[in-house]
């Protein structure tokens, strides 16, 4: 009698992994597993309840680019393919993987293991990653930039800041004047200063639009200066399914694409 290895261990490897993404909710860390194998992940989207991994380049054909072909993740951790493009319509997740990692296993990129684990709490994916923890005489010989501000002297890098006063006083006015200022850059107003310009993303929480609008637009017109960085507004009244919790992944892959923080550089 000969055993056929190839077979037998093509038909193990299969029915191994069917059984991990079927177990505990256990699921494939994509971009774990496209960085191993690399394959640029462009973007993260949600659609309904399944994860579009968008990739930098189609798997099958390199002219479909730049998120216009996907690795997909169903709710249920279930993954398939999908681009944009007629010509690759039917592709199935088990070719696309056959082209990116073969017959590769991919138990390392399951579950908890090393890769993404479902948040009980949440339902939220979420990526682990290993910490970096480093020795104090090596921490204190680390070359880095010193800290500046964003607006001297109060709102520093990387700093938390919070305005208070009685209502009607004028704290969204002041925050709305800080972010204008801080993305024109190089103007002082009240003694503060915004030594260059920074993208700022202005999250509002309960204003009309049209309200915020008329405001930003005396702002503009009072100082007389234009934003030399991005200046973005997030209002509640300009979504139509309302706002998500930007605490969570699910809520942080809806926003658009350029303001997903957590991209594979
Ligand atoms: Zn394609």
Known sequence: MSIDYEKLRERYTE???????SNHGLRLDVEAYCHAFGQEVYGIKMNGGSTLYLLREC????????????????????????CFHDSCQGHTWKE????ISGKDNLSRFMGSASGGEVSSMTGDLISIK??????????????LPPRSNILSPWLPEQGLAMIHAPRGVGKTH????????????????????????????????EMPAAVLQERL??????????????LNILTPDLQTNGMPDLGTKKGQVSMPKNFVPFLPE
Not at 96 to 99: H, L, Q, S
Not at 130 to 143: N, S
Request: hydrophobic content about 45%; proline content about 5%; aromatic content about 8%.
């Open 15 to 21: 029915s191994r992994d069917k059984q991990l993404s």
């Open 96 to 99: 696309a993987r056959e082209v």
């Open 130 to 143: 290993p910490l970096v923890v480093i020795g104090v005489q090596e921490f204190i010989g680390l070359d």
């Open 59 to 82: 798997i099958f054909d390199p002219n479909h680019k730049n998120g216009e072909a996907a690795i997909g993740q169903a709710d249920d951790g279930k993954l398939f393919y999908q």
């Open 217 to 230: 637009s005396g702002i503009i017109l009072g100082t007389g200066i234009e934003p030399q960085a991005p």
């Open 174 to 205: 002041l925050a709305l004047l800080v972010a204008y200022i801080v993305a024109c850059g190089g103007k002082s107003f009240n003694g503060w200063h915004a030594p260059e310009s920074k993208a700022v993303l202005f999250i509002d929480g």
